[in-house]
């Protein structure tokens, strides 16, 4: 694996990793098997907390310290329930890298930092990026609009967004929504971000917690089937299916808020991504499943991400010489 | 202005032309005046023909032949009532090189091609991109849904189109939506690239025909302003304002096609564009005016551009020795 990009990187000095890419908090999928694959491969394995109430957090986080000795982190969305024993269980279990979303970076930055805790904050525009900087975090996650899963109202894409960010803070800026492939991490880091946030491409390997049946969707789906839906309530990325189209329907016809929250009911998410229940159930993925073709492992797959991403940097800058 | 990452870009081959930086053909912005002056200096500037009767067209290609020794290219939305006297004027006109948008490849290539004049087509995925290179055309333009004006239904970003269009063709892709700046150049070459065009940073220069207040509305305006609306007939993207805000409440509201069209009625671009009317008028623009800070001249603006990608590029490839 190249690392030569990587040898003054921020984002790895910050986390202690080799390589700066991070795999992304999945509900469903990112479980304590991923995060430690991809730590181990030299990444940053995230555990995704949303899924999961805080016993079976504590139990997640135990098993990846057995699997590797390699650093991890938590992914926790702090719309949540269970956000602040999330915090709690991080803190007890002295896990040392946190990674907060959808909600403000003020929460719970200051009580993880007394802990030593080094915090990242996922955003969806530079305003709010600045105020993660403001909150103490140590890096900020600039996502874009073809994400999956839960999305910023500004549906701002992340060639836009990334740039913005990178203006706007002095902290390490790590890029997520789009990313699968080397050539648009090399994107990324030439827009100015350190490191790389990848959800949907690793909720689509080996080691990953998704049922079988979400992660062939996703091999079959092309980007443009990976839609906003929700937009009134909370816009989430999500592959169309029977249910969506149902939902997306009943949007169109102005139907209150009050009945599309009823129908989409709770669980949605657990039936698509954990029980493979692809017409009803909910099967967050971003426009990146345009790209995905296969279920690599995790480790395969960060070898062709970094060498990639090496090929594409280099071949660009030397052009002038392939006359 | 640095040259040597396009010393064999195939765009700049296609096109006779020093950087592969091409002015999008918007309506009321992209006249004579910025077609000349883009490609004056070393870029492809395109007259857009969307907002011209037949006779205005050939004015504009007499004064851009006048002001220009330099190769130029008209773009032709097919949507529009006049597009085959549009192919006509062009060929009539001897212009070489000629943009369609909006409509079926199939439909002028030929006859351009048998008048010896080079050909692009716009697409918003890939499908049709692979029907562009069947159709004859010589090159394809792969724009993101960042961009402004009109969009496709598939909301793919350009950061998953371009790269998808690269798999999907052998002809050279010219990237679009969402680039403003060198960095974001670089990023379209990184991604598999050979050209970018711009559309809303160049109706934000001096020699664009839009309006001052338009112009000042884009440099005002964050990336969430501009915001796509009419999905159902036809997307657009646009700032928002007064006219927009009270559309897309109609639409939420469920209101019939036919409404919204006679709300929407005719003349909404002109009166936003190109007379200035920033509350009631349409202000197609792209998601880069997040970007947007400055009104400058268009020999300028691709200085910057050429510039800042060289460094960009060069910059990551060196990171190494910045130990």
């Known amino acids: ?59 997640h ?7 590797t000795s390699q650093p991890f982190g938590v992914n926790i969305p702090l ?7 999330h915090v709690r269980v991080c803190i007890e279990k002295d896990v040392k890298i946190v990674f907060t979303a959808a909600g403000s970076p003020g929460l719970h930055t200051a009580r993880l930092k007394e802990a030593g805790v080094r915090v990242a904050h996922v955003v969806p525009n530079a305003k709010l990026a600045a105020k993660v900087e403001s909150a103490g975090c140590d ?9 999956g899963g839960h999305n910023g109202r500004e549906l701002l894409t992340s060639l836009v967004l ?9 902290i390490p800026v790590i890029a997520a ?55 009134a309530t909370m816009p989430i990325r999500s592959l169309s299916n029977e249910y969506v189209e149902a939902f997306t329907t009943m949007e ?31 099967l967050p993925a971003g426009q990146v499943v345009e790209s995905i073709d296969d279920v690599p492992d995790a480790a395969t797959l960060m070898e062709r991400l ?12 030397r052009q002038e010489e392939r006359q």
């Open 1 to 59: 694996m190249r690392t030569e990009l990587f040898l003054s990187n921020p984002v790895c000095a910050l986390f202690g990793i080799r390589v700066p890419v991070i795999s992304g908090g999945m509900v469903w999928a990112s479980g304590w098997r991923l995060a430690a694959a991809v730590s181990e491969a030299g990444g940053l394995g995230l555990i995704g907390a949303g899924s999961m109430t805080p016993d079976v957090l504590a139990h």
């Open 306 to 317: 970094v060498d990639d991403c090496h090929t594409a940097v280099y071949n660009l800058a």
């Open 177 to 231: 929504g789009g990313i699968g492939d080397g050539a648009t991490m090399a994107a990324a880091l030439i827009l100015g971000a350190s490191g790389v946030q990848l959800g949907t491409r690793f909720a689509v390997t080996r080691e990953s917690g998704a049922h079988e049946n979400y992660k062939n969707a996703c091999v079959a789906a092309d980007g443009a089937r990976a839609r906003i839906y929700n937009l």
């Open 252 to 282: 169109k016809e102005g139907r209150p808020t009050a009945e599309l929250d009823a129908f989409r009911g709770r669980g949605r998410s657990k039936a698509g991504v954990f029980e493979g229940d692809t017409a009803n159930g909910e």
């Open 162 to 170: 990334w740039p913005s960010v990178v203006k706007a803070v002095q």
């Open 139 to 147: 890096a900020v996650v600039a996502e874009g609009t073809e994400a």
């Open 61 to 67: 986080i135990d098993r990846a310290r057995a699997a």
């Open 79 to 85: 719309a949540y329930t269970h956000s602040r024993d």
